[in-house]
């Protein structure tokens, strides 16, 4: 019983490292203009979406997170991105800045 404690403490533990850290690049992302279609704690299956002007999920497993934002190398093709204006993607932004996010 002991050792289920433990690993649940310790996943809690990651995710909350895991919020903490991608919270940071959505904040500046956002501070500094940057499109973010996603916002997501966990990887894998999705268990929970929220739609506003980006997509909120929580996801299976919370080994991760992710913020998805224009001008990525992979977001480059997606529908979300297609119509974001030049100055609100990572290309757009000022090398100091996209050097933040990264």
């Given at each position: 019983?002991?050792?289920?404690?433990?690993?649940?403490?310790?996943?809690?533990?990651?995710?909350?490292?895991?919020?903490?850290?991608?919270?940071?690049?959505?904040?500046?992302?956002?501070?500094?203009?940057?499109?973010?279609?996603?916002?997501s704690i966990g990887?894998?299956?999705?268990?929970?979406?929220?739609?506003?002007?980006?997509?909120?999920?929580?996801?299976?497993?919370?080994?991760?997170?992710?913020?998805?934002?224009?001008?990525?190398?992979?977001?480059?093709?997606?529908?979300?991105?297609?119509?974001?204006?030049?100055?609100?993607?990572?290309?757009?932004?000022?090398?100091?800045?996209?050097?933040?996010?990264?």
């Amino acid at each position: 019983m002991q050792t289920i404690i433990n690993i649940l403490v310790f996943f809690v533990i990651l995710g909350a490292i895991v919020l903490i850290h991608e919270l940071g690049h959505f904040l500046t992302a956002k501070l500094f203009g940057v499109y973010c279609a996603e916002f997501s704690i966990g990887m894998g299956p999705k268990l929970s979406k929220k739609k506003e002007k980006q997509d909120y999920q929580i996801r299976a497993l919370p080994i991760g997170g992710y913020v998805a934002m224009a001008g990525e190398a992979d977001q480059e093709d997606s529908e979300l991105m297609k119509d974001v204006p030049y100055e609100r993607t990572l290309k757009g932004i000022k090398t100091w800045k996209n050097a933040l996010l990264c």
